[in-house]
């Protein structure tokens, strides 16, 4: 027989309001005021079904990811709750921080994802047993595919139940579980309606390390707002996910090439296998790593991570990560451009990376003997007076494309480079950019190749021996990580102060004005600038006075300027 549930007044809040616990998913609370108040779980639905909250997948996905404002209201009004706790406990907590669900979305820009897989673990809920027997309730950090351990109870998040193999709360076809009467059940439905039986706390718990343990906790406090020294440098929390976020998608991609010679000793390396190719119907597709399935393998990587990043100097740094790259060190173009290639380029990985592989880049065919001139002395982007005076009706490109390509051009008629990307390679830069900026060059040569080279000789002549540009990025990439030591000085010289929004434009003019190189790869940003981004930057740059320019050109040239 149906039990018979009491009317509720939509009007008005439902009379039993449970408290809203810090840290609480918001999917777990709805379930719990549900019980309280002797509702299934579709008739809570029912009274926000007008609000936008369906029975679906996409549904279940935007209640913890970005839920619309009118059920998020609908929701304040029948639970007494203000608009600020209900956001807290969802996802949309962690916007100011995106590195902090690495790498759940694949289109996400903060952090380019490993080619040809789908990194993240799919929509759901990890759990620890023991916190969920303890408390009772579902925590929304528990969603974070960044987090794999509980600090309280030094244990492995569960990632999947026993019962139904799916991740927990999966909510397949509904926003909210339908077992109602306990918060310990798993969440989801074993076919069209029936609840998984087993229940979440009754999973068996595994036992983690103290480097596992300490990492977890590092981004959680950052999480939470506080700073954490990267590379020695004490940095803002923002700045230290997005490396972490950037070095972690790059020790996946290095744990990916399991089984290759000179493969990095890693520890439970049996669960580090990749999932089958995808079907028919899903090529195409990206693929899901199963690795990363494994709460203990991100555990294992975010401790690496974290730990390389805490060293306090770029070559500590680099001496923990030459272990992994092993496995590369055999490949034509060196490891530089490997790496550099498969991760978004953030200040601290890119001078870990550059003290890792230095003295082990590839060398041309040719020998170096045949240089003419250091690679540090070459720009990424030629001197524009250089380009204007010379190359001004050769192509038919945007400037920067040009510049950037003449420097390849120097380059490899400077140092002998056989490719792009080895040119690319010997002077810091993506290799993909390279190829991508001689594509549009060739395709836009006005004049014969041979008067195109001879420009090219007669720029490298043009060029100083005693500037090195590499010094200058690595200075803007320590700028970055030094904010608080030069920034409120800058933004404080000139009347009005300067908007914090302006910090990362000045970062920028600094690194493609000074530095002279790509805005693209301006490490102001985790990500590369959007097209309003740059269209911003340039109207900063137009805007920037004589004396906030010598001031920004003083702090790279300068080191001591900061203090």
């Not at 608009?83 to 996802?91: E, F, K, N, Q």
């Not at 998608?249 to 669960?271: H, I, Q, Y």
Request: glycine share 6%; hydrophobic share 45%; net charge positive.
């Amino acid at each position: 027989m149906t039990a018979v549930h009491p009317a509720v007044d939509t009007a008005g809040r439902l009379p039993s309001r449970p408290v809203l616990h810090a840290g609480e998913a918001l999917d777990g609370y709805l379930e719990r005021l549900a019980d309280a108040n002797h509702l299934r779980r579709g008739q809570l639905l029912d009274l926000l079904s007008g609000h936008r909250i369906a029975a679906s997948a996409q549904a279940a996905y935007s209640l913890m990811t970005s839920p619309d404002p009118s059920a998020v209201r609908r929701i304040c009004e029948i639970s007494g709750l203000q608009v600020d706790s209900v956001l807290d406990a969802t996802l949309a907590r962690f916007a100011a921080f995106p590195a902090a669900v690495w790498p759940y979305a694949a289109q996400a820009r903060y952090c380019r994802p490993t080619r040809g897989r789908r990194t993240a673990p799919g929509f759901g809920s990890q759990v620890c047993p023991r916190c969920l027997a303890e408390d009772a309730i579902w925590r929304v950090q528990w969603r974070l595919p960044i987090a794999a351990v509980c600090v309280e109870h030094a244990t492995v998040l569960v990632t999947h139940c026993r019962g139904c193999l799916q991740r927990f709360r999966s909510h397949s076809n509904a926003p909210l579980g339908l077992a109602s009467g306990s918060v310990h059940a798993c969440g989801n439905l074993i076919g069209l309606s029936r609840p998984c039986p087993h229940l979440a706390a009754d999973h068996a718990v595994e036992g983690t390390g103290e480097m596992q343990v300490d990492a977890t906790r590092v981004v959680l406090n950052a999480l939470e707002g506080r700073s954490h020294p990267v590379l020695g440098v004490r940095s803002a929390p923002s700045v230290l996910l997005g490396e972490v976020c950037s070095l972690l998608t790059l020790l996946v991609e290095l744990l990916s090439r399991r089984g290759r010679p000179g493969f990095v000793d890693w520890p439970d390396a049996d669960l580090c296998f990749w999932t089958r190719p995808p079907s028919r119907a899903s090529r195409g597709r990206s693929m899901l790593p199963y690795a990363l399935q494994h709460a203990k393998i991100r555990a294992g990587l975010l401790a690496a991570a974290v730990g390389i990043l805490g060293e306090d100097t770029a070559d500590a740094a680099a001496a923990r990560l030459r272990p992994w790259l092993g496995a590369i060190a055999g490949l034509p173009d060196g490891p530089r451009g490997w790496l550099m290639s498969r991760t978004t380029r953030t200040p601290a990985v890119d001078l870990v990376i550059d003290a890792a592989t230095a003295g082990r880049r590839h060398r041309s065919a040719f020998g170096s003997m045949s240089a003419r001139r250091s690679a540090a002395a070459i720009p990424q982007l030629i001197d524009t007076e250089i380009y204007d005076r010379i190359f001004d009706d050769m192509l038919s490109v945007a400037p920067w494309t040009g510049r950037l390509y003449v420097s390849l051009c120097v380059v490899r008629a400077s140092l002998s480079a056989n490719s792009w990307p080895q040119a690319a390679a010997r002077i810091g830069l993506d290799p993909a950019i390279a190829n991508d900026a001689a594509r549009r060059a060739l395709a836009g040569m006005r004049v014969m190749p041979a008067v195109f080279a001879g420009a090219v000789h007669h720029a490298s002549s043009m060029l100083s021996h005693d500037r090195d540009f590499r010094r200058r990025e690595d200075r803007v990439r320590a700028l970055v990580l030094d904010q608080h030591r030069w920034l409120p000085r800058w933004r404080a010289s000139m009347p009005p102060d300067r908007r914090p929004a302006t910090t990362p434009y000045a970062i920028a003019w600094m690194w493609c004005e000074i530095a002279q190189a790509p805005l693209q790869t301006s490490p102001g940003w985790i990500a590369p600038p959007t097209s309003v981004q740059r269209i911003a930057y340039r109207r900063f740059g137009q805007t920037l006075g004589s004396v906030a320019q010598a001031t920004l050109r003083d702090l790279v040239m300068n080191p001591g300027a900061t203090r």
